[in-house]
């Protein structure tokens, strides 16, 4: 048996070599069945699975109550198209709205607490859905903030958005993601996108008195994750909450990692950032909305979201029947385990065991988003997460020298204390 699974393992990656555009660097695994925080590959051997496809398994894998909801939707309709009414989009928004007005600051925009969605299929999408709501919203709504002149410019619509960023690889959100290795191959990009270094007032000051007033939105991610999870200070976050308040501009946060319980709280803004009194005007989803079902989202405070009407964007498959049906059961499930609590704690339990781990520098992050940073004698990460992978452990890695753990957020202690047994196995 074993050998009939090899051979078709090995049948398998070479039609994927062959056939498929080579994107990804993949490890020599296929993983053929999950259960909870366990995958299986192909032989039947089992991996602890502290990556969760990205942030995205929010449930672990085959969870029943997300199972069951994906089933009994496949049985009654998958997609008619956004020309008409479907099932559970509505109660899934209203759900992502309730948790945002939860302790939510107030808006210069306009009173109330109520926010609205855009469904989307991924990161990238809810993130070009916010770039291009950000220009309409400066064009309209917000120019009232912005000189005639300015206004009737062409200028008016640039975003500024953090080096070291990652907010997606359609070439609009590549010329927001500022990082020259990934820029690099694909200029020209996008005109419009202002760069600044994460956490430093004074230069995101200095670029508002130069260009002001032709900025209409600052992007931002809470915590970095792709450059190794690093926070922003609240210090920094209040700045840019009061130059875009100042100068007509949106204060986004890309929370397309960070959101969904990820951290601790429904969405990262209302954890470190929100006890500091920040509230973005725009935020985005994915990942771990869907449990594994590809959906997005873009949240906009009601009066922002009124700006895009009707034929201005769209999408085929967002907000489908199935991935409502999905989200909704994810939200639902996470809710009944008071998320909250579980993943704030478990969390906390997880950083408190690395940082006992030799061969660990530093560790940060928050909730179940955590980055290790690797001491200097340690192998260089991309090695330690082979090395972990061959343990039975799923990490990765995202840079020579930091490691990111990212579990489904139904990870338990004992699941901590096995994670943090083969990762020292992995740096011995």
């Given at each position: 048996?074993?050998?009939?699974?090899?051979?078709?393992?090995?049948?398998?990656?070479?039609?994927?070599?062959?056939?498929?555009?080579?994107?990804?660097?993949?490890?020599?695994?296929?993983?053929?069945?999950?259960?909870?925080?366990?995958?299986?590959?192909?032989?039947?051997?089992?991996?602890?699975?502290?990556?969760?496809?990205?942030?995205?398994?929010?449930?672990?894998?085959?969870?029943?109550?997300?199972?069951?909801?994906?089933?009994?939707?496949?049985?009654?309709?998958?997609?008619?198209?956004?020309?008409?009414?479907?099932?559970?989009?509505?109660?899934?928004?209203?759900?992502?709205?309730?948790?945002?007005?939860?302790?939510?600051?107030?808006?210069?925009?306009?009173?109330?607490?109520?926010?609205?969605?855009?469904?989307?299929?991924?990161?990238?999408?809810?993130?070009?859905?916010?770039?291009?709501?950000?220009?309409?919203?400066?064009?309209?709504?917000?120019?009232?903030?912005?000189?005639?002149?300015?206004?009737?410019?062409?200028?008016?619509?640039?975003?500024?958005?953090?080096?070291?960023?990652?907010?997606?690889?359609?070439?609009?959100?590549?010329?927001?993601?500022?990082?020259?290795?990934?820029?690099?191959?694909?200029?020209?990009?996008?005109?419009?996108?202002?760069?600044?270094?994460?956490?430093?007032?004074a230069q995101l000051e200095a670029l508002f008195a130069e260009r002001g007033s032709t900025i209409c939105a600052v992007l931002l991610e809470p915590l970095q994750g792709e450059?190794?999870?690093?926070?922003?200070?609240?210090?920094?976050?209040?700045?840019?909450?009061?130059?875009?308040?100042?100068?007509?501009?949106?204060?986004?946060?890309?929370?397309?990692?960070?959101?969904?319980?990820?951290?601790?709280?429904?969405?990262?803004?209302?954890?470190?950032?929100?006890?500091?009194?920040?509230?973005?005007?725009?935020?985005?989803?994915?990942?771990?909305?869907?449990?594994?079902?590809?959906?997005?989202?873009?949240?906009?405070?009601?009066?922002?979201?009124?700006?895009?009407?009707?034929?201005?964007?769209?999408?085929?498959?967002?907000?489908?029947?199935?991935?409502?049906?999905?989200?909704?059961?994810?939200?639902?499930?996470?809710?009944?385990?008071?998320?909250?609590?579980?993943?704030?704690?478990?969390?906390?339990?997880?950083?408190?065991?690395?940082?006992?781990?030799?061969?660990?520098?530093?560790?940060?992050?928050?909730?179940?988003?955590?980055?290790?940073?690797?001491?200097?004698?340690?192998?260089?990460?991309?090695?330690?997460?082979?090395?972990?992978?061959?343990?039975?452990?799923?990490?990765?890695?995202?840079?020579?020298?930091?490691?990111?753990?990212?579990?489904?957020?139904?990870?338990?202690?004992?699941?901590?204390?096995?994670?943090?047994?083969?990762?020292?196995?992995?740096?011995?």
């Amino acid at each position: 048996m074993i050998s009939a699974n090899t051979a078709r393992f090995e049948a398998e990656k070479a039609l994927d070599d062959a056939y498929v555009m080579g994107t990804f660097a993949r490890s020599g695994v296929e993983f053929v069945r999950g259960e909870g925080m366990w995958l299986y590959d192909t032989l039947q051997r089992r991996y602890l699975d502290f990556l969760a496809g990205i942030a995205v398994c929010s449930l672990g894998h085959c969870h029943p109550v997300l199972t069951r909801a994906i089933q009994d939707q496949l049985a009654k309709v998958i997609h008619v198209s956004n020309y008409f009414y479907i099932e559970h989009r509505g109660e899934v928004a209203q759900a992502l709205s309730e948790l945002a007005a939860d302790g939510a600051a107030p808006s210069p925009f306009g009173a109330g607490t109520q926010w609205k969605t855009f469904f989307a299929n991924s990161g990238a999408e809810a993130n070009e859905c916010a770039l291009k709501l950000a220009r309409l919203w400066a064009r309209r709504d917000g120019a009232a903030g912005m000189s005639a002149a300015v206004v009737a410019g062409e200028r008016v619509g640039e975003v500024v958005s953090l080096r070291r960023s990652f907010h997606g690889r359609t070439l609009g959100t590549l010329a927001a993601t500022m990082q020259d290795r990934l820029q690099g191959p694909f200029q020209p990009l996008p005109a419009g996108y202002l760069a600044v270094d994460a956490n430093d007032v004074a230069q995101l000051e200095a670029l508002f008195a130069e260009r002001g007033s032709t900025i209409c939105a600052v992007l931002l991610e809470p915590l970095q994750g792709e450059s190794g999870v690093n926070p922003l200070d609240a210090t920094y976050v209040q700045a840019a909450r009061r130059l875009c308040d100042e100068y007509g501009a949106l204060l986004i946060f890309d929370e397309v990692q960070t959101g969904i319980y990820r951290t601790g709280t429904p969405f990262a803004f209302q954890g470190v950032w929100g006890e500091a009194g920040v509230t973005p005007d725009v935020f985005t989803l994915a990942k771990g909305l869907g449990g594994g079902v590809p959906v997005g989202a873009c949240v906009a405070r009601e009066r922002v979201a009124d700006n895009l009407r009707p034929g201005e964007h769209g999408s085929t498959f967002g907000g489908s029947a199935l991935a409502c049906a999905a989200a909704r059961a994810v939200l639902t499930e996470l809710a009944r385990m008071d998320a909250p609590e579980h993943v704030t704690r478990v969390g906390a339990f997880l950083r408190e065991s690395l940082e006992k781990v030799p061969q660990v520098a530093s560790v940060r992050g928050c909730g179940l988003m955590v980055g290790v940073e690797l001491a200097p004698s340690a192998p260089e990460a991309h090695k330690v997460v082979a090395r972990a992978l061959n343990e039975g452990l799923i990490i990765n890695a995202t840079g020579p020298t930091t490691l990111r753990l990212v579990p489904p957020l139904i990870c338990e202690e004992t699941h901590v204390e096995d994670a943090v047994d083969l990762l020292s196995r992995a740096l011995a």
